[in-house]
């Protein structure tokens, strides 16, 4: 228990903290969405979610809900950081591709553990492909392609993990490096190649689409050993750092407390993979082996695509750190994917 609620507990509170400096109304608000986080832990931990083996088409209809979120928040949702991504419930925001990792995750782990091992052939690779594209193709409409990189991580991840062999794997990678040439002429925007562009070229538009990440690199390494303090980054305080309560919160934070916070916070981060990897080893079957792998992998991914953000070495997609940064739909699809490996752990 310790390998995931100790970290869990480290990234939640530094997020928290940095977030209290930031705005206290965003505060108040995540430690809501905290509270109903570690309420789905203990529903899941006193519930049989292996019903889930039995009732598969609970995962189905899951998927399919998914789906219609997708296409709903496309075409009725309102238009916020020049994406559709967002359905509005009164006061309450709610990104449906959050759900939609979950979803992804689930069929997945059904889909593959039932085919482990016939996986190499074409129509099973080829069915996988389908169950990646429709919600990813949503998402990049609407557009999100820092999201739709996420899902086809799970996708890519969980043919990898399947067994798959390498002459497929070199295939699929083949497919990747189409697709991208295709999405790089047809379906790119031409801020989304600027941002690309400015990841290979950091020097190009300073104020322009590289204003935030060098303000980002200037918030943490004005951060020093200790940082500025409480309340005393000026960066954030002053407005310098753009979205530093979700995109940028791993700068917020060094900057005001230091690097040697952030390598706790890194420490935390992987000994909750890892310890989500143990745990997903060490089950029994491979549905469940699956879902552990999952997590860990959209864990994984979002963390290695938020600090890229944040120092230059990858482009600015919007992808939040998991359980560090601000957002609902965030937290508690983080805390859904906590609660599956505990109950993962507790049957173990």
Not at 92 to 106: D, G, N, R, T
Request: charged share 10%.
């Amino acid at each position: 228990m310790t390998a995931l609620f100790l970290p869990v507990g480290i990234l939640v509170g530094a997020g928290l903290l940095a977030l209290s400096s930031i705005s206290i109304e965003l505060f108040s608000l995540q430690l809501l969405w905290v509270g109903f986080g570690i309420l789905l832990i203990f529903v899941f931990y006193f519930s049989d979610w292996r019903l889930l083996l039995n009732y598969r088409w609970l995962i189905s209809g899951l998927y399919v809900l998914t789906l219609v979120l997708l296409v709903v928040a496309y075409f009725k949702g309102p238009v916020i950081r020049e994406t559709r991504s967002w359905l509005v419930l009164g006061s309450f925001h709610f990104q449906p591709v959050e759900l939609a990792k979950v979803a992804l995750i689930l069929i997945y782990a059904q889909f593959f553990s039932r085919r482990h091992i016939s996986i190499a052939r074409w129509k099973n690779i080829a069915g996988s492909f389908v169950l990646f594209a429709l919600p990813a193709g949503l998402v990049a409409l609407q557009p999100d392609l820092g999201s739709a990189l996420i899902l086809f991580g799970i996708w890519f991840g969980f043919l990898l993990f399947s067994g798959l062999p390498t002459r497929r794997v070199v295939a699929a990678l083949l497919v990747l490096v189409a697709l991208g040439i295709f999405g790089w002429s047809q379906i790119l925007k031409d801020y989304q190649r600027e941002r690309i562009l400015g990841v290979v070229y950091p020097e190009r538009s300073v104020l322009g689409i590289n204003y935030s990440v060098i303000q980002s690199k200037i918030a943490i390494g004005s951060g020093g050993l200790l940082g500025k303090g409480y309340g005393q980054g000026s960066q954030v305080q002053l407005g310098f750092l753009p979205e530093p309560a979700t995109d940028f919160i791993v700068s917020a934070l060094i900057e005001e407390w230091g690097l040697v916070v952030g390598l706790v916070v890194l420490g935390a981060f992987l000994y909750l993979v890892f310890g989500i990897v143990q745990i997903g080893m060490a089950a029994e079957h491979n549905f469940e082996k699956f879902i552990a792998l999952g997590a860990a992998m959209v864990f994984g991914l979002q963390f290695l695509l938020n600090t890229g953000s944040a120092t230059g070495i990858t482009p600015v997609i919007g992808i939040t750190f998991p359980f560090l940064s601000y957002g609902g739909s965030s937290i508690l699809t983080s805390f859904l994917l906590l609660s599956l490996v505990n109950a993962i752990r507790r049957k173990s």
